[in-house]
């Protein structure tokens, strides 16, 4: 058994997910009466227990450094921004930065709604955890 298990065992359940979609309130005109809900990401169970696992693999690796996401990926040549991560060249990446890319894009929901649903639907979050799998 790998210690990258906790997330490798998510490649096959991916490639079966809906992953999530975006919610928009067409329904309200945004008058007081009916105000407009702000569009949102609804995510699927296996999202949620992802971002749960990725979060706890950090808290039990923390000789790993993940919460410096943003430096390993610079010490890598890379930024920590959407095109950057998605268009990163994963064949020479060690886990620890491979790690980083996927701790990053979690983080990156929290300021950008949307952005770990990009991650997800362009492959990259299945390519990564490949590339973990390969690792071990």
Known sequence: MSKFDILTKYIPIIQADSIGE???????DGTL???IQMPFVDYSEMVDNFIDDVYAFEESNKDMELTR??????DN??????????????????AQCVL????GAVRAERFCDGALLDF????CILKWLDRLKNIE
């Open 100 to 103: 980083a890319l996927i701790l």
């Open 69 to 74: 996401y943003g430096d390993i990926l610079k």
């Open 33 to 35: 009466e009916h105000p």
């Open 120 to 123: 997800f639907k362009s492959g």
């Open 77 to 94: 040549g890379l930024e920590w921004d959407s095109e950057s991560m998605k268009n990163a060249d994963i064949s020479s990446l060690n």
């Open 22 to 28: 975006w919610v928009i309130d067409n329904e309200n």
